[in-house]
């Protein structure tokens, strides 16, 4: 059985965040920020027009689910070492063990992930875009999706998954 991959990088699939990421089992660094690129990678047969998925609409996908991320602060709703809380006034306080943030509840994103580290983010978009997929007919055939975070030139994670939907 053969098999074929497209892969998608361009210069508009990134956004721009904030975070801070635990690390060493109880630190959690300062507040700080990167412009994170995306690239995805599609797995399958050709289909009847020759494509394993048409460029276009994964490129439009991957744009709108990297603009809910941009240019918020992103948060860990599943993490042992940052509580989050809304408080009356429309914010959100954030706790780390030796440090507290307020920030607008427009300006924050939290993410059922333990870390914002660019691991459970690239796992994160990954399902996103497979749940948008499942529901395609043109994507049924697809086997597999990998999704590629670069936080910084050189430094990036992969998450891959088998797609279940595919027959």
Same mark, same amino acid.
């Given at each position: 059985?053969?098999?074929?991959?497209?892969?998608? +990088?361009?210069? @508009?699939?990134?956004?721009?965040?904030? $975070?801070?990421?635990?690390?060493?089992? *109880?630190?959690? =660094?300062?507040?700080?920020?990167? @412009? %994170?690129?995306?690239?995805? +990678? &599609?797995?399958?047969?050709?289909? =009847? *027009?020759?494509?394993? #998925? @048409? #460029?276009?609409?994964?490129?439009?996908?991957?744009?709108?689910?990297?603009?809910?991320?941009? $240019?918020?602060?992103?948060?860990? !709703?599943?993490?042992?070492?940052?509580?989050?809380? =809304?408080?009356?006034?429309?914010?959100?306080?954030? !706790?780390? *063990?030796?440090?507290? %943030?307020?920030?607008?509840?427009?300006?924050?994103?939290? &993410?059922?992930? +333990? @870390? +914002?580290?660019?691991?459970?983010?690239?796992?994160?978009?990954?399902?996103?875009?497979?749940? /948008?997929?499942?529901? !395609?007919?043109?994507?049924? $055939?697809?086997?597999?999706?990998?999704? /590629?975070?670069?936080?910084?030139?050189?430094?990036?994670?992969?998450? !891959?998954?088998?797609?279940?939907?595919?027959?």
């Amino acid at each position: 059985m053969s098999t074929y991959k497209i892969h998608v +990088t361009k210069d @508009n699939l990134m956004f721009a965040a904030a $975070h801070f990421a635990s690390f060493d089992g *109880n630190q959690v =660094e300062p507040l700080h920020g990167h @412009n %994170y690129r995306v690239s995805v +990678t &599609l797995e399958g047969p050709l289909d =009847e *027009n020759a494509y394993v #998925f @048409n #460029f276009v609409p994964v490129k439009r996908i991957v744009k709108r689910i990297a603009d809910e991320l941009d $240019h918020r602060m992103l948060l860990p !709703r599943d993490s042992t070492l940052v509580s989050i809380e =809304e408080d009356q006034q429309g914010g959100v306080i954030v !706790r780390t *063990n030796d440090r507290w %943030y307020r920030f607008p509840l427009e300006d924050v994103l939290i &993410l059922p992930i +333990t @870390n +914002t580290t660019v691991e459970p983010i690239a796992q994160y978009l990954c399902r996103r875009l497979r749940d /948008e997929l499942s529901s !395609r007919d043109d994507a049924r $055939h697809l086997t597999a999706i990998e999704i /590629e975070i670069e936080e910084t030139f050189g430094q990036s994670a992969i998450y !891959r998954e088998m797609l279940a939907f595919a027959h």
